[in-house]
């Protein structure tokens, strides 16, 4: 098993109030480095601060790590479009951060992506992969995504209320400027993420197209951006069977439609929970109050940690762990 | 316990006879995201071909995977001045392949090297990590530096027949090009691996001075090119305890002082012997003849398989396997 990173940045993030993911649009640009940081040493070392929601709630790479510190998976992390350094080790599928979706065309090179990421994706060695990502903005991108291929499905926020009214109206500019109607792109994946999508869906969208096409077992661990990445591998006609695997967090948020999306997509849903719910912890207790809610594999990472028989006290004791090592990290 | 691979490419790799790390010249160039790739996956996932010698000695990368198979340390690769795409995740810390030494300066931008790589060494979270090296080449570069730091010591070959008066010769003619009487640069490392070195011996010069800056114990794990990057580290007023973790075929070769060189630049040697003598396996049998003899961290891995309290016999066999799953990788 092997969890594969995807992280990458989309102009759709400095859209004020769109994202949770980081405290302000400046710092924002900085998470996904950050939480790559976080999956491989377990802290920062070239990011400079943690990502929090604008309320404080920590980055959910925090709870993957954990998971990872117990139950030792491997991983790799593919740089889709990064803004900025990391010193996380990856390898890159494509070139520079995706545009505005309120762009005509925000990731020119869509069709790159797809074959770079797709070509990886049949090479892997592994059995059985999970995908995770790391984008602000990344789920407007992906009701972007969702309404150029005509799937009817909702997306979730990192915020506690999601900002539905924004992401429409963010889409219905995308749409016009980008001369599609609802639907318009439907079948056609590489033009759905090139107008209205990122450059993290397309790298995501064409590793499953190729991981699957050689036998690889795939399970997109996220939210309704991996219902997006699925849509658009769908839509690439791909059959083989995929799993998603999210948190509770977002399997409670009924701006989401997840098990209708999943069925209609024939993906296997596995919803886990932490178990953050009255804990007194304000790491653990804002997650309970809806923030952050998934990204970077945390629902991934839960269900390795319950395959391996790790319960789910162990996995909060050991995010509490990692969350106060990382801020008192550059304390003196 | 973390294993940094530092992988590049150099120029002076192209002079026909002097490089034993890749059938041919054209094929060596890949040699190093090969080996990367080996040590992330355990076999070739973007790179075309399985590096072996002219005479088919496999690369030492196949006994360091077998290693990591058996105890499971974690990896690291960093990308300074690779030649080509790897699918291994890298941190990129030199842009572009190093020029033949016979150039006036074959590594422009040796500063900004060591300064990128000295601030991740600064910043990594680990209390101890082995450096390792993949740059076909590297033994001329590393005669040049310590040629140019006025440091005595020969160097060790992956040739059986060590090609001595061929990079004699070579350094020579690049200490002409360059302006530089023998020890003329002694005391500035950053001149010296510019004028006489590649970028792979910038980036761990400056990988050690920043890990130790910070209390990170660091053993180069590698031959007569660590001998060099120790060489640059001490011209540069480190200190600090560092060990040297080589195999016994280049303890052996009589061309490099390695005791000598250990002794004066005051280095914790460790020489370990895989057993490889007398093994009918012709993956086996190559090293016996003296052939490779070390090369991505193959000296320091088995240090950590003897740490481990892992037998050679099961180094052997891991190594075995590990090498036919890959030569049958790409069999129908």
């Known amino acids: 098993m092997r969890l594969i990173l995807v992280i990458g940045a989309t102009r759709t993030a400095e859209i004020p109030g769109i994202s949770g993911a980081g405290a302000t649009t400046d710092g924002r640009q900085h998470t996904p480095a950050a939480d790559a940081e976080i999956i491989e040493y377990g802290g920062l070392v070239r990011a400079p601060i943690l990502p929090v929601s604008p309320s404080g709630c920590p980055t ?99 915020l506690p209320t999601n900002p539905v009214a924004l992401k429409r109206e963010v889409v219905a500019e995308g749409l016009a400027s980008s001369g599609l109607e609802p639907g318009a792109a439907a079948g056609d994946p590489g033009r759905a993420v090139g107008l209205m999508g990122d450059p993290v869906l397309a790298a995501i969208s064409g590793l499953v197209l190729g991981a699957t096409q050689s036998g690889t077992h795939v399970t997109l661990a996220g939210g309704t ?23 509770v967090f977002v399997a409670r948020d009924e701006t989401a439609d997840l098990h209708d999306a999943a069925s209609g997509l024939d993906l296997e849903l596995s919803v886990t929970d932490p178990g953050f719910d009255g804990q007194a912890h304000p790491a653990l207790a804002a997650y309970a109050r809806g923030e952050a809610k998934e990204g970077v594999g945390m629902g991934g990472a839960l269900v390795l940690a319950d395959r391996a028989g790790v ?22």
Request: hydrophobic share 40%; charged share 20%.
């Open 225 to 247: 951006q991996m219902i997006a990445a699925a849509a658009l591998v769908r839509h690439a006609g791909c059959e083989a069977g995929v799993g998603l695997a999210t948190t």
């Open 60 to 158: 959910p790479a925090v709870v993957t790590r954990a998971v990872r510190d117990l139950v030792g998976f491997q991983s790799l992390t593919l740089a889709a479009g990064l803004a900025g350094d990391t010193a996380a080790p990856t390898v890159r599928v494509a070139p520079e951060p995706g545009g505005d979706i309120r762009d005509p065309v925000p990731v020119p090179d869509a069709a790159g992506i797809l074959r770079t990421a797709r070509d990886l994706g049949r090479r892997l060695p592994d059995d059985e992969v999970m995908v995770a990502e790391s984008i602000p903005g990344g789920t407007t991108t992906a009701l972007g995504v969702l309404t150029a291929l005509g799937e009817p499905y909702g997306v979730s926020s990192s």
């Open 311 to 332: 319960g789910m006290r162990s996995v909060r004791d050991r995010t509490i762990t990692v969350y106060e090592a990382i801020r008192t990290q550059h304390e003196p």
